[in-house]
C-alpha cells in the first residue's frame, strides 16, 4: 500500500538549554541504548554491547552514558563521566553515529503516525504536534494507517528513516494481532537511539499523552440523567477499541448508578465514523426503533437521546434524524466526544466532553525532545502524561433539559 506523507518545514528554530545533569533518568532518542562493536561482558551470546550495558556498568542513567558517549549538550559531572568511559572501555563499546546524531540534536524530524487525517480529531492532534515542533525547529512527516497491519507497516517505514521520534495517534484495537509486533519493533527503534510516544494510553512500555476517557463517558451519563434522559441510543466504535470500551464504560456506569438499564438493541455500532454513525441511525429509524411503537426499543417507548462516542458520529446521526424527520435536539437529545472544532457549528450545536486536541498533540513533541526520560514502563502513574484532571463537558443545544 502507499503510504500518505507530509511534511511541514520548522519556521522558529530553537537551541533548547544547557543544563546540569542530575541522573534522573533516559533521556531523548540519543539516550537509549545503541549497538557497538564490542562484546559485553556477562551477556553469554556474544552480542554487541549496548548503551545499556554501559550504563548499568558504571552505575548510571542511560541518560548519563549517551551525553559522556555519543557528545550530549547537557554537562555531565567529572566524576559519572570517568565511570562511564572506565566501563566503555572495559566492555569495548564504540558508539554508532546515529545515536550520537540524535542526542546532538542532530536528527531533525519527528514521524506522526494517525488513523485518519482527514478526522477533525485526528487534524486538530496534528495540529498541535506541527506547531509545537516548528517552534523547535523540528519538522514533521505524517503518515496514515487504517488498521493493526498497515500501522506496523508504517512504523517500520518510519524507523527506516531514522526520525528523532515517533508519536503514534491512532484508534487502537486491542485484539489486534500486531500488536506484540509493534511493541518489539518500537522497542529495537529505542535502543537504537529514538523515541517513543503514544497520544491515548495502549497500555505498551512507552510515554501516553492520555486523556480521561472514562471519567468523561461518566459525566455525560450524569447528564443525561440530570437532564430528565431515560432510554439513551449509545454510538460506538468498534469492538476491541480501547478509548470506545473506556468511554461506553462510563457512560452505562452512569446510568446504572440512577436504575437505568440500556436496551442491549439501542447499542449499535457506528465504527467511530460519521457516515457509519449516519448509516447506524439512518437503520433505525428506517426499522422505527427510535421513536414510539411497535418494534421500538425500551418495549415500543422509543428512544429519547443518543450518545454518540465520538463528534463525527454524532454529526451523522443528526443528519440522519432530520433525514428521518426527526428534529435533533427538540425530538431526540444528542451527545458527543471529543469537542472537534465543528461541534460548535452544526445545528443544534453539539453537546459534546471536550478533548484538549492541540495541547496533546503539543505534549507528546515535548516528551519526544525532552531531555528527561525519568517515566517507568510498568508503572501508569510514572508513564502516562495526563492533561485533564477532570474531563470538561461543554452543555450546548443539542441536548435540551426534559
Known amino acids: 500500500m502507499v503510504t500518505e506523507w507530509m511534511t511541514t518545514r520548522a519556521i522558529d528554530p530553537d537551541a533548547g538549554g544547557n543544563g546540569r545533569d542530575n541522573d534522573r533518568g533516559s533521556g531523548r532518542g540519543g539516550d537509549a541504548a545503541d549497538r557497538s562493536d564490542g562484546r559485553a561482558a556477562g551477556r553469554g551470546n556474544g552480542a554487541p554491547a549496548t548503551l545499556s550495558d554501559v550504563a548499568r556498568e558504571a552505575g548510571v ?24 568511559m572506565q566501563a566503555a572501555e572495559r566492555l569495548n563499546y564504540h558508539a554508532n553515529a546515529y545515536a550520537q546524531a540524535v542526542a546532538k540534536g542532530g536528527s531533525s524530524n519527528i514521524a506522526l503516525l494517525v488513523s485518519d487525517i482527514s478526522d477533525p480529531y485526528f487534524a486538530g492532534v496534528s495540529q498541535g504536534v506541527v506547531k509545537a515542533a516548528s517552534q523547535r525547529g523540528v519538522t514533521v512527516s505524517i503518515a496514515v494507517a487504517s488498521n493493526g497491519e498497515d500501522e506496523l507497516d508504517r512504523v517500520r517505514g518510519m524507523v527506516a528513516t531514522r526520525p528523532r521520534g515517533i508519536i503514534i495517534s491512532e484508534s487502537e484495537n486491542v485484539n489486534d494481532s500486531s500488536r506484540q509486533e509493534l511493541q518489539e519493533e518500537l522497542e529495537r527503534y529505542r535502543s537504537s537511539g529514538g523515541r517513543v510516544v503514544f497520544i491515548l494510553d495502549r497500555g505498551l512500555p512507552f510515554p501516553a499523552v492520555d486523556v480521561a476517557n472514562e471519567a468523561g463517558g461518566r459525566a455525560i451519563g450524569r447528564l443525561l440523567v440530570e437532564s430528565g434522559y431515560r432510554r439513551p441510543v449509545i454510538l460506538k466504535g468498534n469492538d476491541g477499541y480501547r478509548s470506545s470500551a473506556q468511554r461506553y464504560r462510563g457512560v452505562v456506569g452512569a446510568l446504572a448508578e440512577a436504575g437505568i438499564m440500556v436496551d442491549p438493541r439501542a447499542v449499535v455500532n457506528g465504527q467511530f465514523n460519521r457516515t457509519k454513525g449516519f448509516s447506524a441511525i439512518m437503520q433505525m429509524a428506517g426499522a422505527g426503533m427510535l421513536t414510539p411503537g411497535e418494534g421500538a426499543v425500551y418495549g415500543g417507548a422509543g428512544a429519547d437521546s443518543i450518545v454518540a462516542l465520538n463528534d463525527v458520529m454524532a454529526i451523522g446521526a443528526m443528519t440522519a434524524l432530520r433525514n428521518a424527520g426527526i428534529v435533533p435536539g427538540r425530538d431526540i437529545g444528542v451527545t458527543g466526544f471529543g469537542d472537534i472544532p465543528y461541534a460548535v457549528d452544526v445545528y443544534p450545536a453539539l453537546t459534546t466532553v471536550h478533548l484538549p486536541l492541540t495541547d496533546m498533540g503539543r505534549a507528546a513533541v515535548e516528551n519526544v525532545l525532552s531531555d528527561d526520560d525519568g517515566y517507568v514502563a510498568d508503572d501508569p502513574g510514572r508513564r502516562l502524561i495526563f492533561l485533564q484532571g477532570r474531563p470538561d463537558v461543554i452543555l450546548r443545544d443539542s441536548l435540551p433539559r426534559r
Do not use: E, P, Y
Open 61 to 84: 542513567s542511560i541518560a548519563t552514558a549517551s551525553r559522556v558517549l555519543n557528545g550530549g549538550t547537557r554537562k555531565v559531572r567529572d566524576d559519572l563521566r570517568g565511570r562511564v
